[in-house]
């Protein structure tokens, strides 16, 4: 019996064998062949762009400092050539190199350090757009997500930012300086007026970003758009959706004195608060430009606290923090700079209420409770804070700004744009 078991599964097997079809190759190439495909191919699409490619590139998460206009040409040997409008000169280039690797797919690196294009990732910070430590948190390493001759989309690897590149065609430089000529046109316009018919909404500019508030059944509502600047005006990154209608771009009007940006039947026009400037800038102090007041409480702290103590005051200045904070930031010789924070509330355009929060560095803390700057800072905190009027010298771009306290006329504190050292002798 067993013998006969043994002759049928011999039979059955030469049957399967003889009726088993050749077997197919269903996965064809291996993997590590189609990703060094998909980055040759890749590769020459990037180098395909004679004339180099216009990227429009948002650094940080969040977009926080809008976008900017970066010029890349990729070449045969890994060199790439790199100009932007963020250095302010349209002439300006780097060469540094990129490659292509295989990193969960087809990954772009700029992989040397080049003196524009990195500028965006460096923590140094070196334009102070950023924040000290971090910089402006952009990526060098991007994620190809479609390549082909119209069109290359990128994702960032840390900030997920999707950048496009389309390429360009004319002279670099005509290109940057026309982007750059109109920055300087909008950048130094701090807030707008929104108005499309009836509807109206206030609109600050911080960097390349409108924030936007307007109300909507009684209520505040808020929209942040980044932006990047064109030839003719700027461009929002996502369509802005307003009142009914979706704006993607608004272009500049060279009309009136400052000129105001439209798109169709909406139109921002400039305003240029007193307050905002305060806000959203370094001014310094001097003994010689308080009042009466003032020069009563900083004289007392430095005969009482900094003249026995042998302490030399180099420096007092406001500084921003946040949208609605100022830091009374000083430096003593011997003293690491001190540092206290204030809430500032703008009531109109051209006031401001000045009120100390309880809080600040170690140092600011120090001098706060052991050498009397609670003197110090009485004339624009007073117990519960100080109202004051606002006066400039030039309502557009002031060097001056004068603050009156509506409570008491003899406080007046003059401070300067420009840097003023050694306050007790100027």
């Known amino acids: 019996m067993k013998k006969y078991i043994y002759l049928f599964f011999v039979a059955f097997s030469l049957l399967m064998v003889a009726c088993t079809p050749e077997v197919e ?73 990129y490659r292509l690797k295989e990193q969960a797919g087809s990954t772009l690196t700029f992989d040397t350090y080049n003196d524009i294009f990195h500028v965006f990732s460096d923590p140094s910070n070196a334009l102070q757009i950023g924040s000290d430590g971090l910089g402006m948190e952009g990526d060098y390493e991007f994620t190809v997500m479609e390549a082909t001759a119209e069109k290359v989309v990128l994702q960032g690897k840390k900030t997920g930012n999707t950048i ?77 959706e307003l009142n009914g209608k979706s704006i993607e771009t608004l272009d500049f ?63 007092a200045a406001f500084t921003p923090n946040a949208s609605d904070e100022l830091i009374f930031y000083w430096v003593c010789k011997g003293y690491n700079p001190g540092m206290l924070l204030f809430k500032v509330t703008a009531i109109g355009d051209d006031q401001v209420k000045i009120k100390f929060a309880l809080n600040g560095n170690d140092v600011g803390i120090l001098f706060y409770q052991k050498l009397g700057w609670s003197y110090m800072i009485y004339p624009f905190s007073g117990d519960d804070g100080v109202t004051f009027t606002l006066t400039v010298d030039d309502i557009k771009n002031p060097s001056v700004i004068t603050m009156t306290d509506n409570a008491e006329k003899a406080n007046v504190i003059t401070l300067q744009k420009e840097e003023i050292l050694d306050p007790f002798d100027k």
């Open 25 to 97: 190759d269903i996965f064809g190439e291996n993997a590590a062949n189609r990703i060094e495909k998909r980055m040759a191919a890749d590769k020459a699409v990037l180098t395909g762009a004679q004339n180099g490619w216009l990227m429009e590139y948002y650094p940080a998460s969040g977009q926080i400092y809008g976008g900017y206009n970066v010029l890349v040409l990729f070449k045969e040997d890994g060199k790439v050539t790199v100009s932007a409008d963020i250095t302010g000169v349209a002439t300006a280039q780097a060469t540094s190199t």
């Open 164 to 240: 496009i590149m389309t390429p360009l065609n004319g002279s670099w430089t005509e290109y940057l300086n026309g982007v750059i000529e109109m920055d300087q046109k909008i950048s130094r316009i701090p807030q707008f007026t929104y108005t499309d018919g009836n509807f109206k909404a206030s609109v600050v500019q911080s960097y390349r970003t409108l924030a936007i508030t307007y109300q909507e059944n009684g209520e505040d509502k808020d929209i942040t758009v980044p932006y990047i600047m064109t030839a003719t005006g700027l461009k929002c990154m996502e369509p802005l």
């Open 253 to 315: 009007q060279d009309v009136g004195e400052d000129g105001q940006l439209v798109s169709g039947d909406v139109i921002l026009t400039p305003k240029f608060p007193l307050n905002y400037f305060l806000m959203n800038g370094d001014w310094y102090f001097s003994f010689s430009n308080m009042g009466a007041m003032g020069q009563f409480y900083w004289n007392y702290v430095k005969e009482n606290a900094l003249d026995p103590n042998e302490i030399h005051l180099s420096m």
